[in-house]
């Protein structure tokens, strides 16, 4: 028996699973422009004053924050899909091994290397003190983990845990699911919530649940309509990042990520329609891998760029750290090679077993 009763939901059409596969790629590629020196939050301590900053606040606080949005809806949609497909067991058994037990593997590689930097250096800051920050920076118990992107990883398993109840709920009743998805909503935007890091991410993903459920992941928008939400979206971000709107926060509001994913997955539909899928399937062998990886190379990047442009923000080198995420991409190819080639069952844990996959047909849910 499924984990949630009911008749099983239709399959996801070809050109919508097509879709997810691009959005994946797009979504994490972009999403790491937002850990890049060190991160979108502390990017720019001056106002405005040159074309980089422009680019750089788009990309960060722009494209970035709002593809974390796209994957959480996408995560939503193959959760509840898969939900109705397995047993209890068998569904958060696979998102353990596909989303907890990575996370654990890379933040100890992650901890290795801090603590190797740490007997280089002497730099202590990186180091977690106490044992419930050692445990935080492995497990993300109650707090970000030392990988720190990672967390993503946490919170979606968190919201899949509780699908199979929500999609019961909305099967045999609606507003009982509904009221199900408010409640915890309003428990995660309560004081001192640690059941979901960043409560954003159950909000999107309740949203990919409710698509799955109504059957509208087929839905196309507008062309012109997803370029006004995007202009508008960027608009808000440029503006809010240069003192001409309310403070950044606001350029960092729900509405504005959504605005930013729902362009972004019109972005999708096009390519697919427009056959220019395949250079993503290509690249997506190795996202997942660039996602548990790029924060590590990052820092070391971080580092030697820092060491050898200063400060690096009069430099007109200091465009190179828009190609961080790029040479991330390029570890991460070289890693699955490695991978591939070693051919050893238990290094498959270091992809959350989607190396297997990409051998067979790869599979939605």
């Known amino acids: 028996m499924s984990a949630a009763s009911g008749a099983p939901p239709a399959a996801l059409s070809p050109e919508v699973s097509d879709a997810i596969r691009v959005a994946r790629v797009l979504a994490l590629f972009f999403m790491s422009y937002t850990h890049i020196r060190p991160g979108a939050a502390v990017l720019m301590a001056d106002a405005f004053d040159?074309?980089?900053?422009?680019i750089e606040s788009l990309l960060f606080n722009g494209l970035g924050r709002g593809a974390v949005p796209l994957l959480s809806i996408v995560s939503g949609v193959l959760a509840y899909h898969g939900a109705k497909r397995k047993t209890f067991a068998a569904f958060i058994g696979d998102k353990a091994r596909t989303l907890i037990v990575p996370m654990i593997f890379w933040n100890v590689v992650m901890l290795v290397i801090v603590f190797a930097f740490f007997l280089a250096t002497g730099g202590a800051k990186l180091l977690p003190v106490g044992w419930l920050a050692h445990l935080n920076a492995v497990f993300?118990?109650?707090?970000?983990?030392?990988?720190?992107?990672?967390?993503f990883l946490r919170d979606i398993f968190v919201c899949a845990a509780l699908t199979p109840l929500i999609v019961r709920a909305l099967d045999h009743a609606p507003l009982a699911g509904l009221a199900l998805i408010a409640g915890v909503m309003a428990l995660l935007y309560g004081a001192d919530s640690i059941l979901v890091l960043r409560p954003q991410i159950f909000v999107f993903f309740s949203l990919g649940l409710l698509?799955?459920?109504?059957?509208?992941?087929?839905?196309?928008?507008?062309?012109?309509?997803?370029?006004?939400?995007?202009?508008?979206?960027?608009?808000?971000?440029?503006?809010?990042?240069?003192?001409?709107?309310?403070?950044?926060?606001f350029s960092t509001s729900i509405i504005n990520r959504f605005a930013v994913s729902v362009a972004l997955w019109r972005l999708c539909i096009w390519l697919v329609d427009r056959g220019a899928a395949g250079f993503f399937f290509r690249i997506e062998q190795f996202i997942f891998l660039f996602f548990c990886t790029h924060w590590f190379v990052f820092f070391g990047l971080g580092f030697a760029v820092t060491g050898f442009l200063g400060d690096g923000a009069s430099s007109p080198?200091?465009?190179?750290?828009?190609?961080?995420?790029?040479?991330?991409?390029?570890?991460a190819a070289a890693l699955m090679c490695v991978i591939r080639a070693l051919k050893i069952d238990w290094l498959h844990v270091l992809t959350g077993h989607r190396e297997q996959g990409y051998r067979k047909h790869w599979r939605m849910a």
């Open 211 to 249: 698509l799955a459920h109504h059957r509208l992941t087929h839905y196309r928008m507008d062309p012109f309509a997803a370029l006004l939400m995007v202009g508008v979206a960027m608009a808000v971000v440029v503006g809010a990042d240069s003192g001409w709107l309310p403070p950044s926060d």
């Open 317 to 331: 080198l200091s465009w190179a750290v828009l190609l961080e995420p790029v040479v991330g991409l390029a570890f």
């Open 50 to 54: 040159g074309v980089q900053d422009v």
């Open 140 to 151: 993300a118990l109650t707090d970000q983990p030392i990988n720190t992107p990672l967390a």
